[in-house]
């Protein structure tokens, strides 16, 4: 039972003195996206006496200092999904990618697999009860607070209060720095007229009642601005960002129809700007739930209508989907993809979608290929495959021979590169 901690500002110390219990050769979780604790992970940075400490996270954002080849031998990153601050590390061979489902990171954690020996996170400051709250990232925190053996915090004045399994009592908090600035924020991307024709093809996809599950970016951001004239749209979902706030504002977003978190949003982070921030703080209408649980294929499919918007790197044209790399080189991870695949797959008049421009680098590479590109990892397999779309149109995979996917994808591709698509079907027969 937690009590009220009246002067919990005065037990703050400074960031190197919180740090200051890491030892080398031990396991810690790093808090990551918006709630990434940027003062604490600087401090640690500057440890020179520590050497072998493996620092688990999924996308950070801000600096990351631990990363510099001068720090090569005192910390190695794991990452979990890996954002772009880490790319050129992890392709350089000085940090580690981990392929894991969103779903089962926290599992790593509580099941003992990873054991940690820190956790470093970032929380809002205690209310009258004497809890803190994971504010915007429960995700994998949650687990990594509950098993770590230290919990050291950067309690900041800006975080929200998020409702929802993100409460951490004061007490299980070891050391803490005292901070009052900004998250870091992911402004919403520019809509171009490729992606607004994406969107638009997305858009007609979703039915009144849906359930959404949406991504961060341009696409799934032009998607909600188009559904202002849905009803009873439901949310659930591994994260959210500031077009979900505007479509709850028009009355879209009621929830209504969901029949697991009924009523309410459901999410496990958010990204985007104060808008985003202020939205969910000491929201009720907004549940932040760990990623096995929002991610988990059995609960996503008992809503109606789960319409799971996700992107892609790369299409084959048997429906092999490539999302978290370039070849050999990682640009992003398994993440929850595959999770809202098969759950949407599996609810009540689901729609698995996969949105995608269908070139890249100003027109002259396809995205749409004969082959994957060697050593391309299948985050979503054709077994999996529902709908595809681009800006020239929307196919559906599902149930459809190998012979009859070419076809429908290459209708699909950018005119310019038909010619050696069909060319490349016709060669495999």
């Given at each position: 039972?937690s009590?009220?901690?009246?002067d919990?500002?005065?037990r703050?110390?400074d960031?190197?003195?919180?740090?200051?219990?890491?030892?080398?050769?031990?396991n810690?979780?790093?808090?990551?996206?918006?709630?990434?604790?940027?003062?604490?992970?600087?401090?640690?940075?500057?440890?020179?006496?520590?050497e072998?400490?493996?620092?688990?996270?999924?996308?950070?954002?801000?600096?990351?200092?631990?990363?510099?080849?001068?720090?090569?031998?005192?910390?190695?990153?794991?990452?979990?999904?890996?954002?772009?601050?880490?790319?050129?590390?992890?392709?350089?061979?000085?940090?580690?990618?981990?392929?894991i489902?969103?779903?089962?990171?926290?599992?790593?954690f509580?099941g003992?697999q990873?054991?940690?020996?820190?956790?470093?996170?970032?929380?809002?400051?205690?209310d009258?009860?004497?809890?803190?709250?994971?504010?915007?990232?429960?995700?994998?925190?949650r687990?990594?607070?509950?098993?770590?053996?230290?919990?050291?915090?950067?309690?900041?004045?800006?975080?929200?209060r998020?409702?929802?399994?993100?409460?951490?009592?004061?007490?299980?908090?070891?050391?803490f720095?005292?901070?009052?600035?900004?998250?870091?924020d992911t402004?919403?991307?520019?809509?171009?007229?490729?992606?607004?024709?994406?969107?638009?093809?997305?858009?007609?996809?979703?039915?009144?009642g849906a359930?959404?599950?949406?991504?961060?970016?341009?696409?799934?951001?032009?998607?909600?601005?188009?559904?202002?004239d849905?009803?009873?749209?439901?949310?659930?979902?591994e994260?959210?960002?500031?077009?979900?706030v505007d479509?709850?504002a028009?009355?879209?977003?009621?929830?209504?129809?969901?029949?697991?978190?009924?009523?309410?949003i459901?999410?496990?982070f958010?990204?985007g700007?104060?808008?985003t921030f202020?939205?969910?703080d000491?929201?009720?209408l907004?549940?932040?739930?760990?990623c096995?649980?929002?991610?988990?294929?059995?609960?996503?499919?008992q809503?109606?209508?789960?319409?799971?918007?996700?992107?892609?790197?790369?299409?084959?044209l048997?429906?092999?989907?490539c999302?978290?790399?370039?070849?050999h080189?990682?640009v992003s991870?398994?993440?929850?993809?595959l999770d809202?695949?098969?759950?949407?797959?599996?609810?009540?008049?689901?729609?698995?979608?996969i949105?995608?421009?269908s070139?890249?680098?100003?027109?002259?590479?396809?995205?749409?290929?004969?082959?994957?590109?060697?050593?391309a990892?299948?985050?979503?397999?054709?077994?999996?495959?529902?709908w595809?779309?681009?800006?020239?149109?929307?196919?559906?995979?599902?149930?459809?021979?190998?012979?009859?996917?070419?076809?429908?994808l290459i209708?699909?591709?950018h005119?310019?590169?038909?010619?050696?698509?069909?060319?490349?079907?016709a060669?495999?027969?």
């Amino acid at each position: 039972m937690s009590m009220p901690v009246p002067d919990w500002r005065n037990r703050a110390v400074d960031a190197d003195t919180a740090v200051a219990p890491m030892r080398s050769a031990t396991n810690v979780f790093v808090q990551g996206a918006a709630a990434t604790p940027t003062p604490l992970i600087e401090a640690l940075a500057r440890r020179t006496d520590v050497e072998g400490v493996r620092l688990y996270h999924l996308h950070l954002q801000g600096p990351v200092p631990f990363i510099e080849p001068a720090l090569a031998g005192r910390f190695r990153c794991v990452s979990l999904f890996t954002g772009a601050n880490m790319r050129a590390a992890v392709n350089d061979g000085r940090a580690d990618h981990v392929p894991i489902f969103l779903s089962e990171v926290p599992s790593l954690f509580a099941g003992g697999q990873v054991v940690l020996d820190a956790a470093i996170v970032q929380l809002s400051p205690p209310d009258r009860h004497g809890f803190c709250s994971l504010g915007t990232s429960v995700d994998t925190a949650r687990a990594a607070v509950d098993h770590a053996r230290l919990v050291i915090a950067e309690i900041n004045e800006r975080m929200p209060r998020t409702h929802g399994n993100t409460l951490v009592p004061f007490a299980r908090i070891d050391r803490f720095v005292h901070t009052d600035r900004p998250l870091h924020d992911t402004p919403p991307e520019p809509e171009t007229p490729e992606v607004a024709r994406i969107a638009e093809q997305v858009a007609m996809l979703v039915r009144d009642g849906a359930t959404l599950q949406m991504g961060i970016g341009a696409i799934p951001d032009a998607v909600l601005s188009r559904l202002g004239d849905r009803q009873d749209l439901g949310v659930h979902s591994e994260m959210f960002s500031d077009r979900l706030v505007d479509l709850v504002a028009t009355g879209a977003v009621t929830n209504r129809r969901k029949r697991l978190f009924s009523n309410r949003i459901v999410t496990s982070f958010v990204a985007g700007t104060r808008r985003t921030f202020d939205f969910v703080d000491d929201n009720p209408l907004v549940e932040f739930h760990p990623c096995d649980r929002t991610n988990d294929p059995i609960a996503i499919q008992q809503n109606p209508g789960v319409t799971a918007i996700n992107s892609a790197l790369e299409v084959d044209l048997s429906g092999q989907i490539c999302a978290d790399s370039l070849g050999h080189r990682i640009v992003s991870g398994i993440g929850g993809q595959l999770d809202f695949m098969r759950g949407a797959a599996r609810s009540p008049d689901g729609v698995p979608i996969i949105a995608l421009p269908s070139t890249a680098k100003q027109g002259t590479i396809s995205r749409i290929v004969p082959a994957l590109t060697p050593g391309a990892g299948v985050v979503t397999s054709r077994g999996h495959v529902h709908w595809i779309v681009t800006e020239y149109g929307a196919v559906n995979l599902h149930g459809i021979s190998l012979r009859e996917r070419a076809e429908r994808l290459i209708a699909i591709a950018h005119p310019d590169h038909r010619g050696e698509l069909r060319q490349a079907a016709a060669h495999r027969r």
